[in-house]
C-alpha cells in the first residue's frame, strides 16, 4: 500500500487546514487510516485513526478541534484541523493498517506516507 499525503502548509493561530491522503495498490487489505504527528525534538505521536466502517477516534489534545473522515470509494482519508494552535505545529503522518492503528511504537509495521509540515503562527 502506499500513501500520499498532501495539504500541509503555514496557518495563522485559530485558522483552518484540511489534510488529505490518498491510498493505492492493494487497498483492499486497509482497514484502519489515519494521522499521526511528530513535532521538532518529540516523539510521533497519535493524532486521529478511522475504521473503514467509519469509527474514529482522537488524541485528547485534539478532540472537537479536528475531525478525521474517510472516502473508501477513493480510499482517501482527511483530517480537517480547526482553531489551529501553535503546539500543533509538526510533520503530520498519514498511516494505514489491515487491522487497527495504535500509539506507537505498536503500530511501527503500518504503511506509512511522506510527512506534511503544518506550521501554526502568528
Known amino acids: 500500500v502506499q500513501l500520499q499525503a498532501s495539504g500541509g502548509g503555514l496557518v495563522q493561530i485559530g485558522g483552518s487546514l484540511n489534510l488529505s491522503c490518498a491510498a493505492s495498490?492493494?487497498?483492499?487489505?486497509?482497514?484502519?487510516m489515519g494521522w499521526y504527528r511528530q513535532a521538532p525534538g518529540n516523539e510521533r505521536e497519535l493524532v486521529a485513526t478511522i475504521s473503514s466502517g467509519g469509527s474514529s477516534n482522537y488524541a485528547n489534545s485534539v478532540k472537537s478541534r479536528f475531525t478525521i473522515s474517510r472516502d473508501n470509494t477513493k480510499n482517501t482519508v482527511y483530517l480537517q484541523m480547526n482553531s489551529l494552535k501553535p503546539e500543533d505545529t509538526a510533520v503530520y503522518y498519514c498511516a494505514a493498517d489491515s487491522t487497527r492503528l495504535f500509539a506507537l511504537p505498536r503500530s511501527s509495521e503500518a504503511y506509512w506516507g511522506q510527512g506534511t509540515l503544518v506550521t501554526v503562527s502568528s
Open positions: 495498490g492493494s487497498v483492499f487489505s486497509v482497514n484502519d
